[in-house]
C-alpha cells in the first residue's frame, strides 16, 4: 500500500479550502482523524518493510537451494568418481599377473601341482591283469592281455595327483633354478593296498637344477616334447604312438632367434634286450657312451613344432662277453592352434628308429635280441610310432579331444623272435572336458585299444574313464 492513497484526498481539501475559506474553516480535519491519517501512514511503511523482508527471504532461499543443489551434485559426481576408481584398481589388480610364490631374501619359493582322481572300468577282451598292474590303472599297450577269457575291471584311485617345488634365485645377472617333482603313478602296488587305506609310495619324476641355457638333471628327455601330449584323462593318453622317457642329463639350449631353438643334450644310456626264447625285458646296464641327442623347436603365438635326432650304443657286456651297435632314433611333432580364441588345436607326433625301443611307449619293444647260447652279438629292432590328436574348443568350458595312436616293431630275421614279444597297438580315443571355474576339470572318456604279440595272438581293451583335476 502507497502513500499517495491518502495524499491526494489530504491535497484537493487543501486545495479547496484555500479556494474556499468558509467550506474550508468547516471541513478542516480534526485531531482524530489527523491521528488516524499519522496511523495509516505509519502501517504502510511497516507493510513496505515487511514485502521488501518477504522478497529478500525469498531471493536468499531461491540462492540456499541452488547452493545446495550445486553442493549436492558435487557430492554426487565425487562418489561417482571414487566409485569408477575403485573399480578401474579392482579391475587394474584382477588383470595384473599374480606374484608367482614367496620370496625369501633374493630366492622365490614356489609349490604347485594337482589333484586328480580317476574312475574307470575296463573290459579286457581276451584275458585279466594280475592285481596291482598299472595297466589296470592307466592305458599300457603292453598290458593289454591276450590269449584269454574276458574279464572286467573297476577301479579308482587319486595316485596320479602331483606336487612340486620348485626355486629361482638371480645370479650374476642370470637365473639360478631348480625343480623337485613327484606323483604316486608308477609305485608298484603293495600288497593288500586296496583292502584298506590304499598307501602308495611317492615316486620321483623330475629333480634338476638349471644356469641360463644349460640345464642339468632329471628331465624329460630331449628327444619329446611332454607339452605336445594331448589333454585325457588317462596318464599319457596316445601311450602307444609316443616316445616317453624321464632319465638324467647335461643340456644346453641355444637361442637361433626367431622363436627358433637349438637343444644339444648327453643323456643317461640304457639298452633293453629280450632272448630268442624270452619276452620279459633285460635291464642291462653295461653301457660305455650316453645317448646324444640334437632338436630344433620352434614357437610362436599359435605352432610349436620339433624336429629331433638320437644317437646311442646299444652295450650288452658281462664276464667278458657282450656286444656293442649302433642305434638311431629320428622324431617331429608339433602343435598348431587356430580358431576362435586359439580353442582349437591339432597335435602330433611321429617317429622312426633301430635300437631305440626303450624310447617308445616305455618300451613296448626291446632295443634289440640278445642270446649269448646262440650267438655274442646283439641283433637291432626297428621302431615306428605315431600319434594324433584334434582338440575342438566347443566354447569356453567345454571341450573334446579325438586322438589315434600307432606302433610297430619289425624284428630281425637272423635270430628267433619269441612269441609274446609286443609287435603291434593301436588306440583310438575321444573325451569332453568341462571346467566350471579355473583350473578345476571334469572329464569324461572312451577308449579302444588292442595289442598284437609275434605270434599272433590279439588282445582287445574298452575302456570308460572319468576324472576330476584341481591344479594349484
Do not use: C
Not at 17 to 22: D, H, K, N, R, S
Not at 94 to 100: F, L, V
Not at 103 to 111: D, E, L, P, R, Y
Amino acid at each position: 500500500m502507497s502513500n499517495n492513497r491518502w495524499r491526494w484526498p489530504a491535497l484537493l481539501l487543501a486545495a479547496t479550502a484555500l479556494t474556499l475559506p468558509g467550506v474550508a474553516h468547516a471541513a478542516a480535519p480534526t485531531q482524530r482523524e489527523a491521528e488516524l491519517e499519522a496511523r495509516l501512514i505509519r502501517l504502510e511503511a511497516q507493510m513496505d518493510a515487511l514485502k521488501s523482508d518477504l522478497a529478500q527471504a525469498r531471493a536468499d532461499k531461491t540462492s540456499s537451494d541452488n547452493a545446495q543443489s550445486a553442493q549436492a551434485v558435487q557430492v554426487a559426481r565425487a562418489a561417482e568418481a571414487k566409485a569408477d576408481t575403485a573399480v578401474a584398481k579392482a579391475a587394474a589388480l584382477e588383470s595384473r599377473p599374480q606374484p608367482d610364490g614367496f620370496k625369501v631374501g633374493a630366492t622365490t619359493f614356489k609349490m604347485g601341482g594337482f589333484v586328480k582322481v580317476v574312475g574307470s572300468v575296463t573290459r579286457f577282451g581276451n584275458g585279466e591283469l594280475a592285481g596291482g598292474s598299472l595297466g589296470k590303472e592307466f592305458f599300457l599297450p603292453q598290458q593289454i592281455p591276450v590269449g584269454g577269457a574276458a574279464s572286467t575291471d573297476v577301479i579308482g584311485h587319486a595316485r596320479q595327483t602331483r606336487l612340486f617345488f620348485a626355486t629361482s634365485t638371480p645370479l650374476a645377472g642370470r637365473e639360478l633354478k631348480s625343480h623337485v617333482e613327484f606323483d604316486f603313478a608308477l609305485a608298484a602296488a603293495p600288497l593288500g593296498a586296496q583292502r584298506a587305506t590304499n598307501a602308495y609310495t611317492p615316486t620321483f619324476r623330475r629333480g634338476f637344477i638349471s644356469y641360463g641355457n644349460l640345464l642339468i638333471g632329471q628331465e624329460w628327455t630331449t628327444f619329446q616334447n611332454a607339452g605336445h601330449l594331448p589333454e585325457t584323462t588317462d596318464f599319457v593318453g596316445p601311450m602307444d604312438g609316443s616316445v616317453f622317457v624321464r632319465q638324467m642329463m647335461v643340456q644346453y639350449r641355444q637361442p637361433l632367434g626367431g622363436g627358433l631353438d637349438l637343444y644339444l643334450a648327453a643323456e643317461n644310456p640304457q639298452s633293453e634286450t629280450i632272448t630268442s626264447t624270452s619276452a620279459a625285458m633285460v635291464d642291462n646296464d653295461q653301457d660305455r657312451m650316453p645317448d646324444l641327442i640334437a632338436k630344433l623347436a620352434f614357437k610362436d603365438k599359435t605352432k610349436e613344432l620339433h624336429i629331433a635326432g638320437l644317437a646311442r650304443s646299444v652295450s650288452v657286456h658281462s664276464a667278458g662277453a657282450g656286444d656293442s651297435a649302433f642305434g638311431w632314433a629320428a622324431t617331429v611333432g608339433g602343435k598348431i592352434q587356430f580358431g576362435p580364441d586359439l580353442r582349437h588345436d591339432i597335435r602330433f607326433m611321429g617317429a622312426v628308429g633301430r635300437g631305440a625301443g626303450r624310447y617308445f611307449t616305455v618300451g613296448y619293444a626291446p632295443d634289440a635280441i640278445y642270446d649269448r647260447t646262440i650267438a655274442d652279438r646283439l641283433y637291432l629292432v626297428d621302431n615306428v610310432a605315431a600319434w594324433a590328436s584334434v582338440k575342438l574348443g566347443w566354447t569356453a568350458q567345454l571341450r573334446s579331444t579325438f586322438m589315434v595312436g600307432y606302433q610297430h616293431a619289425d624284428y630281425p630275421d637272423s635270430i628267433a623272435t619269441p612269441g609274446l614279444a609286443n609287435a603291434e597297438a593301436w588306440s583310438v580315443a575321444g573325451n569332453l572336458f568341462w571346467s566350471p571355474v579355473r583350473n578345476l576339470d571334469f572329464g569324461i572318456e572312451y577308449r579302444h585299444a588292442v595289442r598284437e604279440v609275434a605270434s599272433g595272438l590279439i588282445g582287445k581293451m574298452d575302456r570308460f574313464e572319468m576324472a576330476a583335476k584341481y591344479t594349484f
